[in-house]
Structures are given as structure tokens and as C-alpha cells.
């Protein structure tokens, strides 16, 4: 028994201070996933918030067919999509709450801006901003995959999507997010 199964045993017997470490354990990744799907600090606070609340709630209905941050975040992905749905008309523009280095990447600290740490820093923003600016489809697959490390056939049951539609969408994803790269860096880049 892994430990978030222990976790989650121990919670539905009682024991409810045991989904806080679940909660500590998958808040940060959650956080930066709903970041980005979202792109709004605030907003996606607050659908992290109501995704624990429902997980607490549903757990029994968890049957560990998959991994818990797996259910977690199709919890959270539903949340997401409706509040999206809620505030189609809205601009990213109008809803980013930070600068281009808020997100899901740490910056370098004032400490260490070293040449290597100011072109990382500089890296990650063009990124950021590339991902930011690619749509919420291919967004959303780009950082399942790249960024939480969800296997094909776990986007495929978050997403609701068979596996051959996720494939052609992270490959759509992928080609889009280095024409961004392209454009914002203003040199072709080459592939790696």
C-alpha cells in the first residue's frame, strides 16, 4: 500500500487529518496546473480550494483505478473547464493578475543573477509567455505531459479523449508552442 492509499484509508476511517497530507503533498502542483490552464493566480486558488473540498467529499468514491493526483486533478480540470465556460468572454489580458514571471516557474532568487541564472530567467519567461498565448486545449495537454508527467492514457481519462486524440493534440501543441517560441525569440528554433 502506497502512502497516499494509507492516506486516504485513514481518512475514510475517521482519521480526517490525514487528507491534509494529501492536501500538503499535491496543493503546489495543483496550484501551478490550474495557473496555467486557468491564467489567473486568484482564480485558480479558489478552484483549488473547491477541487480539495470536493475530493474530500467524494473520496469514497475513489476505487483507485488510478493514481489519487490523477483523480485530484480531473476534479479540478472539471472545475476549471466550468468556471472557463462561466467566463468565456473575459480576455487574458483582463484576467492575468501578475507579471510575465508569475506562474509555475520559480524565478532565480536577487542572490544568484548570475549571467547563466539571468538567461534562465530570461528562458522561462518566453516560455511562460509562449504558453500563455497557446490555446486552452493545447495548453491544457502541453502541461499534463510536459509538465506533470501524466502518461498518454491519463490525459486521455482526465481529458475524456481517446489516446490517438491526445497524441495528435500534444504533437498540434507542441508545433504551435515553438512557432511562439519562434516568433517571441525572433530566431528559428531548431529541433532538439
Known amino acids: ?3 497516499d492509499q494509507r492516506w486516504i484509508e485513514q481518512t475514510l476511517n475517521g482519521q480526517t487529518e490525514a487528507f491534509g497530507n494529501l492536501v500538503r503533498k ?10 496555467c490552464s486557468l491564467e ?11 477541487a480539495f473540498l470536493q475530493a474530500f467529499n467524494k473520496l469514497d468514491t475513489f ?5 489519487f493526483y490523477t483523480w485530484l486533478y480531473r476534479i479540478a480540470f472539471n472545475l476549471a473547464a466550468s468556471w472557463r465556460r462561466r467566463h468565456r468572454e473575459a480576455s487574458f489580458s483582463d484576467q ?3 507579471s510575465e514571471q508569475d506562474g509555475p516557474w520559480e524565478e532565480p532568487s536577487s542572490e544568484d543573477q548570475t549571467s547563466n ?3 534562465r530567467q530570461e528562458e522561462c519567461q518566453l516560455v511562460h509567455q509562449a504558453l500563455r498565448q497557446l490555446d486552452v486545449e493545447h495548453r491544457t495537454v502541453l502541461v499534463l505531459r510536459e509538465m506533470e508527467d ?3 492514457q491519463e490525459i486521455a481519462d482526465v481529458l475524456h479523449l481517446p489516446v490517438g486524440t491526445v497524441r495528435s493534440r500534444l504533437h498540434r501543441a507542441r508545433l504551435a ?12 528554433i531548431r529541433e532538439s
Open 1 to 3: 500500500m502506497n502512502e
Open 96 to 98: 492575468w493578475s501578475g
Open 117 to 119: 541564472s539571468l538567461e
Open 177 to 188: 508552442m515553438k512557432q511562439k517560441l519562434e516568433s517571441l525569440m525572433g530566431q528559428d
Open 63 to 67: 476505487r483507485g483505478e488510478s493514481r
Open 26 to 35: 499535491y496543493q503546489q502542483r495543483l496550484y501551478h496546473a490550474l495557473v
Open 150 to 152: 501524466f502518461s498518454y
Open 40 to 50: 489567473n493566480e486568484e482564480d485558480a486558488r479558489d478552484i483549488l480550494q473547491e
